[in-house]
């Protein structure tokens, strides 16, 4: 198997290289890996709520079009240079400042109702501004809890993508 891997590696053009070590495959996205090469000024996180529940009961294939569409929205907001998967159901976005941010995003959840966010000067306090949009999302009826049927519809029309 590493023989193979080696040989693959090989033959790549450096711009498939790059792409196998920067991007992400489900979104296209670039991966953590691209991002802790970055020094942003600020960081914003969003985290898709609900994703177990989403791949439990309409199957990964959809919890997979929900990732994809969420990081085609933060992109079109924020630019492709700009957002990058974390991991799983996380994504950041680097930016130069930070007026008008949240309302950005508040507006983005018109559109995506199902993501939670939180923002920061680092990765650490934007992570623990995501927490506190959690929990206010989640008693305020926005967010369900872990594996539980989300407050929001889950439009099942991502399945024929």
Known sequence: ?????????VRMSEEEKYAAIYRDVLTGLHNRTAFELECPNYVLIADLDSLKYINDTHGHRVGDIYLQDLGEALVEVFGDGQVFRLHGDEFAVIAHRKEGLELTLIKLQLHIPGFSFGCGNTLDEADADLQVNKAYRLAWGYRAARGVQPPWEIVTHFATK
């Open 1 to 9: 198997m590493k023989q193979h891997l080696k040989m693959s590696m």
